[in-house]
């Protein structure tokens, strides 16, 4: 099986590796990175994001043990648009968080405009931090919490 996911993924951290894991339990995983001009329009909050270069490698990183761990294979394409590759027809799955789950309505519309099946969507719950509030990555920019959720100290 062929599993899509998407993201920009800057940092990484354990909600982002709670999507990777349930992919890799599906198949062979394809994210899709998003590009330096779509980042920024992703995100809920105007934040710097680092290049698509470092966060490939940071990411390819990270994928590796957890392919490895499932015996899967994984590759990295850049992101140019928010639908971008799960639009294309050898995927069966497509893995998203909750605040995603109308993206993979419309890419399914958009499937069935090219005669493709529909994917499997598969929501993740988020993971929650120490404070019982999601773990995001604008959190841990902004130091509220760190890549696991624990409560950065301000003192």
């Known amino acids: 099986m062929d599993v899509a996911l998407g993201g920009t993924f800057d940092p990484v951290h354990d909600g982002h590796r709670r999507l990777f894991e349930r992919a890799f339990e599906l198949g062979d995983v394809t994210v899709g990175l998003t590009s330096d001009e779509l980042a920024p329009k ?6 710097q994001v680092r290049s698509h270069d470092e966060r490939k490698e940071r990411l390819a990183t990270e994928l590796e043990s957890i392919a490895t761990e499932y015996d899967r294979e994984f590759e990295i394409r850049k992101l140019e648009s928010p639908t971008g590759i799960a639009t294309e027809a050898q995927f069966d799955y497509l893995v998203v968080s909750p605040e995603t789950r109308e993206g993979g309505a419309r890419i399914n519309e958009i499937r069935r ?3 493709h099946d529909p994917l499997e969507v598969v929501v993740v719950p988020h993971v929650l931090a120490d404070d019982g509030d999601i773990i995001s990555s604008t959190r841990i920019v902004n130091g509220e919490i760190d890549e696991h959720g624990s409560v950065r100290d301000t003192n």
């Open 42 to 47: 992703t995100r809920d909050s105007d934040r």
């Open 113 to 115: 405009e090219r005669g």
